[in-house]
């Protein structure tokens, strides 16, 4: 993460405080140890931007992971929050069966392009039809990063690992497959830019249900090389954003005035405003069909389409789905849990 | 031969033939329970095939006032509706054996050392139920009915059985009633009693309830406190999760609003099933999964995790026959040595070994307090003839004791505890088993790392080998606390016995009655019943005590008698294996035959 240099100024600066008094210092985790110039690291650093800005709540969060470069990265931000690196593919169930103990937690989940659409295909298919409440992150890179390559199930097709072999299987594009499972808020975006990426992490925060956001990030140990199309060099050529993104929180008075001609602006649920600037086509991100033809076509023609692609607020989340009670079930007490005496007589004397 | 003969009284098998799927299940079921309602013990077995309908399926009725209600493979009396197995039944039924059956069945090859009694099924239908559609599904009816008769079952208790059985539909309660009516009143006129059999009322069964071990367990889940529940359909512990939900959706709800205080989810296979499980349990709830074979199979990586990470999860294993797919209707005991280290690596996990429906209730419910007070997956190994078969029992008590939820700091607590902060993995007291501290606390020292990779007591990432090892050792005596803590094995000693046995979970009541027939070959035996898993002290000096054991098992391997090698080893001498594994359950004879030949009794 290079910053831009500065000359030091007089007075030590006091550090800005957000809406919880809390500094950007208390977002942050462990130091990182993947590669110098990782994708995942600057991903790491517009989630740390997204949440201190916001004033997410660390007490309250919980970062869930599955197994990876990516899934190492929870380490990486908000240390006072809980964390769990699960196991390869399966932090969905982990983190479906949390959501449920505890309806008050927020809930960020980090996995990979492997992690996600190749051993994980089917934990993730099914997180996304139960619409669990949280932000689901994959640091896609189009292979294995942690097992030193091997191809995964987002490589493109004629992609060529560091040996030169070229892949041979068409991709899995995990948006396109949210969006046909009616995944109500599905964002593409590119670890290198974080002016989209940090207020799409809002906006995917403010979301009710699970919020899908396939950032493409590159690998530059194994998959940075000419010949990858998920190398910085070929992102960055083939990056077509649809719109730009602002975020307006919901303490904020609206003030900025906006062109609905060019503008976008949709309403969350707790209130906050995502806006999006068209800039060069028009693009309907409420409309699912729209999407998944925009997304069809842009992909066969080799680039990478991002931003919001699809949204859709009012649908019920898991939570509701499931009728919980508004106590968390992880806070119930014994006599919530265990029904009296009476009730177990009656039982019996039915069985009788 | 005359109907005065006492032996026969209240002593003996109906086996029931039916096809599956023809309804024959509330029939059985209502013939069980007039029985039940006359005081007399009875137990009903299901032998069925996999499948829905259409393959054969028998039903075993075991009438005894001993109160045996262990399998019994001989019946001396047959029902016979099935064509396809009618000529197999037959030829397999021991002389004198009373055969009722459909009259429209071929009939080639009588046996003439068997008892017959014909009846016209096909015809009487047909005269008791005036709707055609209908007939199918009464047509077992008939055979209670004709039944009661036979054997002087009070037509009182048989009505007072259809109307429980069938007790929000007062049509289907008549329907079924004048089938049994029809049965009864055809034998009554055509049939020429000629076998000893008969009931008479006793008072055995007034106080008991009459229900399966996968209900008791469901009801243990219930009262023990059990707030998330994921699991996927298997055969056979589909209907623990079924009946858990019944049980939930009535006595689990928010007085005002009616929000549920649970979360059951139908996962999309058992890896989720239990990942799901262990995210509810890290997070505090009471979280639980059940299971068979295939599905325990699944389960491996996530039980590694879960015993690693230190996350309480409950996980039931209804065990079916394997390996594979093995056959998914019969019985096994055979997930022993699997579930106790289930992952790679060294793993070892807490079990409980319910024997009777009493205890499916009480294991399970003490189950949550076990993994929650040792942070750690905790096994109830129940099998399908426990689990699914109709059981008598007396009612269960309600739990004394308050939930025990183990070692969580609360932020107060964390509070007190200053700067320094609480070591996750570290062992303050002496005992193994660390502090936790759930999401959500609030408190700037709550949280942690949780990960299945190296880790030091502080929790976080390590390789050193030091770190590794003290970790993982100081988890192996968590175990070795837990094993004092677990059900303890119930003994029974007998004076003069040179001889152990030593049974776990359904042999149980084979064992009983074996032990009564060894009794009276004058082979004094001791029992000992293993409850929970690691198996502890007690076992070892139970052995001690005895010349030898015989250790009692359904399943190839003499998998529990292979742990008690591992933990006993100058102790293996004095073991011998009773095994038991073609998928039927045990009966007292499957032990006391082998053991009378050890003991050179040859009968
Ligand atoms: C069951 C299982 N199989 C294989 C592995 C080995 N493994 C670890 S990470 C990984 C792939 C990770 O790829 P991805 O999710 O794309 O993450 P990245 O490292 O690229 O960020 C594999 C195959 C494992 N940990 N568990
Ligand atoms: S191997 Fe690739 S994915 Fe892993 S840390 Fe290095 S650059 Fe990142
Ligand atoms: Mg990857």
């Known amino acids: ?352 | 031969m005359s109907t005065q003969n006492t032996n026969k009284i209240n002593d003996f098998t109906i086996r029931v033939a039916t096809v599956n799927g023809s309804g024959s299940q509330s029939a059985n079921s209502v013939l069980i329970k007039s029985i039940f309602y006359m005081g007399i013990p009875v137990a009903g077995k299901n032998i069925f095939p996999s499948n829905i309908a259409g393959l054969p399926t028998w039903y075993n009725i075991r009438v005894s006032r001993e109160g045996y209600v262990g399998m019994r493979r001989d019946a001396e009396i047959l029902i016979l509706m099935n064509a396809d197995t009618f000529q197999e039944d037959l030829a397999q039924a021991k002389p004198g054996t009373v055969v009722v059956f459909n009259d429209k069945l071929p009939q080639q090859n009588m046996r003439p050392d068997l008892v017959y009694y014909p009846m016209p099924f096909n015809k009487l239908v047909q005269e008791c139920c005036e709707v055609s559609t209908l007939r199918k599904l009464v047509i077992n009816m008939i055979y209670v009915g004709a039944v009661a008769q036979l054997l002087g079952i009070d037509m009182d208790k048989v009505r007072h059985a259809l109307e429980r059985q069938f007790h929000n539909k007062p049509k289907a309660v008549e329907l079924n009633w004048k089938a049994a009516l029809c049965g009864f009143e055809y034998a009554k006129n055509n049939v020429k009693k000629n076998d000893p059999y008969g009931v008479l009322a006793m008072d055995k069964t007034t106080g008991k309830i009459v229900i399966t071990g996968n209900e008791s367990a469901a009801l243990g889940a219930l009262f023990g406190g059990c707030t998330v529940f994921a699991w996927y359909p298997i055969t056979p512990a589909s209907s623990l999760g079924e009946s858990l939900i019944d049980y939930l959706a009535q006595h689990r709800r928010e007085a005002e609003d009616h929000q549920a205080r649970f979360a059951v989810v139908q996962a999309e296979d058992e890896l989720a099933a239990l990942g799901m499980a262990i995210g509810a349990g890290w997070a505090g709830a009471r979280a639980a999964t059940s299971t068979s074979g295939p599905g325990i199979s699944l389960m491996a990586e996530f039980a590694g995790l879960a015993y690693f990470t230190e996350i309480p999860v409950v996980i039931f294993d209804v065990q079916r026959l394997g390996p594979s797919t093995g056959l998914p209707t019969r019985t096994s005991q055979g997930d022993i040595l699997f579930t106790q280290f289930l992952s790679h690596g060294d793993t070892h996990h807490l079990a409980v070994i319910p024997a009777t429906p009493e205890e499916c209730f009480s294991l399970s419910y003490e189950a949550f307090n076990l993994a929650e007070e040792f942070q750690t997956p905790v096994f109830v190994m129940s099998d399908l003839d426990l689990g699914m078969n109709n059981w008598m029992s007396d009612p269960f008590t309600y739990p004394k004791e308050p939930f025990r939820r183990g070692k969580v700091l609360t932020a107060e607590q964390l509070e007190k505890l200053g700067a320094a902060g609480f070591e996750r993995y570290g062992d303050p007291d002496g005992d193994g088993i660390p502090y936790r501290t759930l999401p959500g606390t609030k408190h700037p020292k709550a949280a942690y790392f949780t990960r299945g990779s190296g880790h030091t007591a502080r929790a976080t990432y390590s390789e050193k080998p030091e770190d590794w090892k003290w970790v993982l050792d100081r988890i192996a005596k968590k175990i070795e606390t837990a094993k004092e803590r677990l059900p303890q094995p119930v003994i029974e000693k007998t004076s003069g016995a040179k001889v152990g046995l030593i049974a776990y979970g359904s042999t149980h009541f084979a064992l009983i009655e074996a032990r009564d027939q060894l009794a009276a070959q004058g082979i004094k035996t001791h029992y000992l019943r293993i409850r929970g898993l690691p198996l502890n002290g007690a076992v070892g000096k139970f052995i001690e005590e005895c010349e030898y054991v015989y250790v009692v098992e359904q399943n190839q391997q003499g998998q529990m008698m292979n742990l008690m090698k591992m933990n006993y080893p100058a102790l293996a001498g004095r073991m011998r294996s009773v095994l038991h594994y073609d998928g039927m359950p045990i009966d007292a004879s499957n032990i006391a035959q082998p053991i009378l030949k050890w003991e050179g009794k040859n009968l």
């Open chain 1, 1 to 352: 993460m290079t910053q831009p240099a500065t000359t030091p100024p007089a007075t030590p600066v006091q550090p800005k405080t957000n809406r919880l008094g809390l500094t950007r210092q208390n977002y942050t985790g462990s130091p990182s140890t993947l590669c110098p110039g990782c994708g995942h690291d600057s991903v790491t650093s517009s989630i740390i931007t997204a949440c201190f800005e916001v004033g997410i709540d660390p007490q309250q969060l919980i970062k869930m992971s599955g197994i990876g470069c990516s899934s190492k990265t929870p380490a990486y931000f908000m240390s006072q929050s809980f964390a769990f690196n699960s196991v390869h593919g399966r932090m969905p169930s982990v983190a479906t069966g949390a959501m449920l103990a505890n309806t008050d937690l927020k809930c960020i989940g980090i996995s990979g392009d492997g992690d996600t659409a190749s051993i994980g295909l089917g934990q993730f298919m099914h997180l996304l039809r139960r619409n669990v409440p949280m932000v689901y992150i994959i640091d896609n890179n189009g292979v294995y990063g942690l097992t030193k390559g091997q191809f995964s199930a987002t490589a493109d097709k004629g992609s060529k690992l560091k040996s030169g072999l070229a892949n041979d299987f068409p991709p899995i594009d995990c948006c396109a497959m949210a969006i046909e499972l009616k995944c109500s808020f599905v964002a593409r975006s590119f670890s290198g830019d974080n002016k989209q990426l940090v207020p799409l992490i809002k906006a995917a925060l403010s979301h009710k249900g699970t919020a899908l956001l396939d950032v493409i990030s590159p690998c530059i140990t194994f998959n940075n090389h000419e010949g990858s199309t998920m190398s910085y060099d070929s992102v960055r050529a083939h990056d077509i954003p649809l719109h730009e993104i602002g975020f307006v929180p919901a303490v904020e008075p609206i003030k900025a005035e906006f062109d609905p001609g060019t503008t976008k602006d949709i309403e969350l649920p707790d209130g906050s405003h995502i806006r999006l600037k068209k800039i060069d086509r028009d693009y309907d991100p409420t409309n699912r069909i729209g999407a998944l033809d925009t997304i069809e076509k842009s992909r066969s023609k080799g680039e990478w389409l991002t931003g919001l692609l699809y949204i859709r607020e009012g649908e019920p989340d898991y939570n509701t789905l499931m009728h919980l009670s508004k106590t968390p079930l992880a806070h119930m007490s014994e006599k919530e849990l265990r029904p009296s005496e009476t009730v177990l007589k009656e039982i019996m004397g039915e069985l009788m």
